[in-house]
């Protein structure tokens, strides 16, 4: 028999708020790594494009085994695999947050090395005819171009990465997959739990949908606010909201 | 060929801004230039004319090392463009050496190449404040002058993809401008606008010549050429073929090729 009360009793009822509590937990994990991964993914696709061998070998190969490996494989190399050749125990957490921003960061590079191939080589030419070296040219004219281009590949894979968390309940994570099972195996109601958990992971991924139209709308070059344009400071102009420029 | 440039007009001084020797440039098997010697001095404004693939956008380019070059010598100011030499042979410059003397090197696309992402104010003051190191109002103040200057007061706040073909190349020359270089260089800049727009850009360029801006410009625009240049090179298979004053060129061309070139555009 499907128990509507249970599910009602979880949405609404719960005074532990166990499965709010799961949702925070997947959100902080997945903003967290996404974050991490976004950095490394940076530094990595930079890397890869390298004119120095010694910085696109290893790119290469981290990207290699990364996105050649399942990602559950990867988590459970660190979760059993590590203190069997060390002494370091990671709790499930920092295991989960460690993994998945590595694993990120590999799709990010990919992503993000594309974004800046996608700017005008014109942009770059103009930059050094203007004096700027490559680094001051890519962080001051390339970056900021690519990423526009990075923002709607970047939406997806926080889409993904919110509902992959729920690889985490294999080590035993309270996020809401591991929650739902956790507490319907109690009570023999893990198929009503999991609709909760569904119910959760919606409502995750519909208000990120909002939040990224509105950053997309941000970045659309033609309802970018000129005046805001002229006076802001490096996050403002690279994101399009922030803190102006106030000058001296 | 003709190497002398003495004839240029009202220039009295005799200090040479550019001077390549032998330059040698190729890409893969196709020469592009082959042994070119080309002087600029200061204050002249150099028109290059030629046939597609002559090598006129190479020569420019090499100038200011956006492209290597094989072998040969480029000086600008009197000093070694791109390489130092090391017992006779060319070792390519650090960056810092090459990004510093660009930046004295003003660089005007056919494209434009405008900061898509910064509006024709931003453009204009980004590289004297992060590379010369301009106070933000005094680099703000300057750009507002220039762009008064190229008659574009009122589109400070214009993203380019706003602004009209002609509009952006005269904010792309502002830009230039900005940097206060001793030379200026033109990529056929007018030859992506609509014919209307091309007057706007090349009366910027005549006033630049006028002010006594030494400018090296390759172009296709022949009457600029006539009315502007102190002096015409005319460039063809990767070599120039002829120069000298545009009333030598245009009037008394000696060579065949030149004539030939210059009848196909001047019926």
């Known amino acids: ?248 | 060929m003709t190497t002398d440039v003495g004839a240029s007009t009202h220039i009295d001084h005799d200090f040479e801004m550019v001077r390549t020797e032998k330059l040698v440039k190729s890409f893969g098997t196709n020469t592009v230039l082959n042994g070119v010697d080309f002087t600029v001095k200061k204050g002249q404004a150099v028109v290059v004319i030629g046939p597609s693939g002559s090598g006129k956008t190479t020569l420019l380019r090499c100038l200011n090392h956006l492209e290597k070059i094989d072998s040969g010598r480029i000086y600008i100011n009197g000093q070694l463009v791109g390489y130092r030499e090391r017992n006779g042979k060319l070792v390519e410059e650090t960056e810092v050496n090459i990004a510093r003397m660009r930046a004295q090197i003003g660089f005007v696309f056919q494209r434009f190449n405008l900061f898509a992402h910064m509006t024709a104010l931003q453009n204009i003051i980004e590289a004297p404040i992060h590379v010369l190191g301009v106070p933000h109002e005094q680099a703000v103040a300057q750009a507002r002058e220039l762009l008064a200057k190229v008659g574009l007061a009122d589109k400070e706040n214009a993203f380019p993809h706003r602004l009209s073909g002609g509009q952006q190349q005269r904010v792309a020359i502002a830009r230039a401008l900005a940097m206060s270089p001793d030379l200026m260089l033109f990529d056929e800049a007018t030859s992506a606008l609509d014919p209307e727009l091309v007057g706007e850009v090349l009366k910027v360029m005549r006033d630049l010549a006028e002010e006594g801006m030494t400018m090296v410009a390759v172009t296709h625009e022949m009457g600029f050429a006539r009315d502007v240049a102190d002096h015409v090179v005319f460039m063809d298979k990767a070599q120039i073929v002829e120069q000298g004053s545009s009333e030598q060129i245009f009037e008394y061309a000696e060579n065949p090729r030149t004539r030939e070139f210059l009848n196909r555009f001047l019926q």
Request: hydrophobic share 55%.
């Open chain 1, 1 to 248: 028999m499907f128990r509507w009360d249970q599910v009602w009793y979880y949405l609404f009822q719960d005074p532990h708020l166990y499965f709010l509590q799961a949702a925070w937990l997947t959100l902080w994990i997945s903003v967290a790594a996404q974050s991490i991964g976004v950095v490394l993914g940076l530094f990595l696709a930079l890397m890869r494009m390298s004119r120095f061998a010694f910085l696109r070998g290893p790119a290469g190969v981290y990207l290699w085994f990364f996105r050649g490996s399942p990602l559950l494989v990867q988590v459970l190399l660190l979760w059993a695999g590590l203190p069997k050749v060390s002494d370091i125990l990671l709790p499930a957490w920092a295991c989960i947050l460690v993994s998945f921003s590595l694993n990120e960061g590999a799709y990010m590079s990919e992503i993000i090395r594309a974004a800046i191939g996608s700017v005008d080589a014109g942009q770059t030419e103009a930059a050094q005819a203007l004096g700027m070296r490559y680094s001051l040219a890519m962080r001051r004219i390339v970056l900021p171009q690519a990423m526009r281009v990075v923002i709607p590949p970047l939406g997806n894979e926080f889409n993904n990465m919110m509902k992959t968390t729920s690889i985490a309940s294999v080590i035993g994570l309270m996020e809401l997959t591991g929650r739902a099972q956790e507490l319907g195996a109690q009570a023999f109601t893990t198929f009503e739990l999991l609709i909760v958990a569904t119910v959760y992971y919606l409502i995750l991924t519909t208000i990120w949908e909002f939040v990224q139209r509105w950053i997309e709308n941000k970045f659309n070059p033609d309802k970018m606010n000129v005046e805001v344009a002229t006076e802001k400071g490096t996050m403002a102009r690279m994101l399009g909201f922030g803190r102006p420029y106030m000058g001296k």
